[in-house]
């Protein structure tokens, strides 16, 4: 569903995002995870086309990343979510299902408001919106167009627990239909029980990529070790 092949990313003389190379298949949830500054963002960024890569291939469903077909593929849900001052929270999910021709969408954004307890909030303005409610109206303004693929920067920041419990039983639905997730994260616990993969990056490199019993196998962890444990261990300073 995704293949990003050789992946630079440069600012100035620095390299951002170091020759990178991963693929995901359909119904995997992926965990991107890494410390600060560790090149998370900017590789999610560079797939959806926000940035522009220096150099590599990246395609999503065997299509260029920026074309067309591409982009009909895949919803983005930002770190920082962006929501329109002027439009409500309804006309959020209104303008979204013009544009990409959803059909009986008052149903379906009715579903998702519920969820995240917009219903009563519908009418209300993008501007009056808090941190939490923003990322709950970028979250389903994703979900609207029924995606094949979707990438969460930070998905679980300004979120409320029963938000948070809710997004991950819909990881897990989304995975049972065959979607494709990719999941930037620095909260470990948010992804350790809901990813089937895990992928580590430090200062603009993967440093590893596997499933999370064959990571404590390469690293020789008891199987009582946490993903947490094997972060730490991976991403400490040599």
């Keep these: 569903m995704l293949e990003v092949i050789d992946l630079v990313k440069k600012y100035g003389k620095q390299n951002a995002v170091n020759n990178i190379t991963f693929k995901l298949d359909g119904g995997e949830v992926v965990g991107l995870l890494g410390p600060n500054g560790a090149g998370k963002s900017t590789t999610m960024k560079c797939i959806v086309g926000l940035l522009r890569k220096t150099s590599g291939e990246i395609y999503i469903g065997g299509q260029d990343h920026l074309s067309v077909a591409a982009k009909k593929l895949f919803s983005y849900i930002p770190e920082t979510p962006h929501v329109y001052d002027l439009l409500t929270v309804k006309e959020h999910l209104q303008f979204i299902a013009q544009a990409y021709g959803v059909k009986n969408w008052q149903s379906k954004a009715e579903k998702w408001m519920a969820l995240y307890d917009l219903s009563d ?111 730490l261990e991976l991403t400490k300073d040599e």
């Design 121 to 231: 909030k519908q009418d209300k303005l993008g501007r009056d919106l808090s941190k939490g409610m923003r990322q709950k109206v970028s979250i389903c303004c994703a979900l609207l167009p029924d995606p094949q693929m979707l990438f969460f920067d930070e998905p679980m920041i300004g979120l409320d627990p029963k938000a948070i419990k809710n997004t991950k039983q819909i990881f897990r639905e989304l995975k049972e239909q065959g979607k494709t997730i990719l999941v930037s994260t620095h909260l470990i616990d948010g992804v350790e029980n809901i990813a089937d993969r895990i992928m580590i990056m430090k200062d603009g490199n993967i440093i590893g990529n596997d499933t999370l019993p064959n990571l404590k196998a390469t690293l020789n962890s008891g199987a009582d070790s946490s993903l947490e444990d094997l972060f």
